[in-house]
């Protein structure tokens, strides 16, 4: 008989410049059974998400190279990433900064600093289900 093929691990893909955040996210990430790619730059995310086609992206507003606004605004009008949901992770958080960010087509928003765990319930929202 056939052994079964484990589940494909959730593809996390974190566009986030603090190396510090980024490292403990995607630790928690990865103990929670997922597969995170990093970026640091708007660039580099634009293109990571291209090519790993992932699950669900975070993504900071403040970013060199690129703005996470800029950066979602090309994904959410890409053909290729639109369906990617992304959620906005960030210490812009007036009222006028999340409109902008919903407005370049983020799907959630969580305020810097949060909560570990609201936020990888949040992830696990947006994450299809098996």
Known sequence: MPE???AAKPKILLIEDSKE??????GVLGLKGMEVFMARDGVS??????????ALILLDL???????YEVCKILKTDNA??????????????PEQVDRAKA??????VAKPYDLDAVIGEIL??????
């Open 81 to 94: 990433t639109w369906r990617i949901p992304v959620v906005v992770l960030s210490t812009l958080s007036k």
């Open 21 to 26: 955040l980024s490292a403990a996210l995607a």
């Open 104 to 109: 370049a087509g983020a799907d959630h928003f």
């Open 125 to 130: 929202r947006f994450l299809p289900k098996h």
């Open 4 to 6: 079964a093929k484990p």
């Open 62 to 68: 403040m970013l060199p190279k690129l703005s996470g």
């Open 45 to 54: 995310g634009v293109e990571l998400a291209r090519r790993e086609k992932p």
